[in-house]
């Protein structure tokens, strides 16, 4: 029997820690349905919000409560021009993330906390002030974005990205518009020339030398359960880059990690971007969302 479709997503403005307009949609379960869970579904740098709907439809249509949204600077979370905006990296996790999780714990009081977070989306979640609220973390191609850690065809990407292609954006606009080029969104300067600098060496954002750009964190003191998926064919969270970002944190509930080898899905590759394609829904998608029921625990 089919699953009941989920009810067509209301559109929000999530007000940031700081105040800033952040869009989301939330996605409920079909009328009639109480949420199991409410799910906070952090999206990668760059990335753009459609892409991920299907996936959170289906979580919904499973008796999940769903957030979609923006960061600051991104698509729907854009109130200034890009070259005015004074953001920076850690602002995700520091300001927004935060802000989203207290918005879905104010509208579904008692319900359980769930984040599902794609790259930066995973990573950033233990700067979360507020990360104790959690029940679960579900963290897909998450690591470090060390560059020397790359195949050398995408080191070869990265540094074009990194040092010629977004000083010359910054120059000229004062932003980064990779969204004109198709590389990814658009993206405020600071975040960029954060992102570049973590990139730089293999702890990322752990490294001493950018101490100063973090707040106090909670990476050593996470108290819920944690599933870290990555995939063989993945340029960015390979077998290198998963471990070397991991190995700093620590959950009393516990970490799994789970390789993907994309034959072993039936699919010919899935790289960085595609655990959340429509072609993953019979085989991921359901591993997923178990790890989240899981989390959720009994409705």
Known sequence: MAPVPALAPEVHTIPALDGLPLGGLLFLPPAGQTPRAAVQLNPATGA??????????????????????????????????????????ADYGTLDMPAVLDWLEARF???????????????????????????????????????????????????????????????????????????????????????????????????????????????????????????TDDPVANARSVPQFWKHVRSSAGIDMHRLVPADLGVPGIGHFGFFRRGLRPTLWPRLLADLMRMAGPP
């Open 48 to 89: 753009n919000r459609r892409y991920y709907e299907p996936f959170a439809r289906y979580l919904a249509e499973a008796g999940f409560a769903v957030c979609l949204w923006d960061y600051r600077g991104a698509q729907h979370s854009r109130p200034v021009p890009l070259a005015k905006a004074a953001y920076r990296f």
């Open 109 to 231: 009081p008692g319900l359980p906390l769930l984040v599902l977070g794609h790259s930066v989306g995973g990573q950033q979640v233990g700067l979360m002030p507020n990360v104790h609220k959690l029940a679960g973390l579900v963290a897909v191609a998450t690591s470090v974005g060390y560059w020397n850690y790359m195949p050398l065809g995408y080191r070869l990407k990265t540094h074009f990205f990194f040092h010629l292609f977004s000083p010359v954006s910054h120059a000229l606009l004062g932003y980064n518009a990779a969204g004109r080029w198709g590389l990814m969104e658009d993206l405020p300067r600071g975040v960029v020339e954060d992102w570049r600098r973590w990139c730089s060496v293999p702890d990322y954002y752990f490294d001493p030398r950018f101490t100063p750009d973090l707040p106090p964190h909670h990476y050593q003191d996470l108290r819920f359960p944690v599933s870290v998926y990555w995939a």
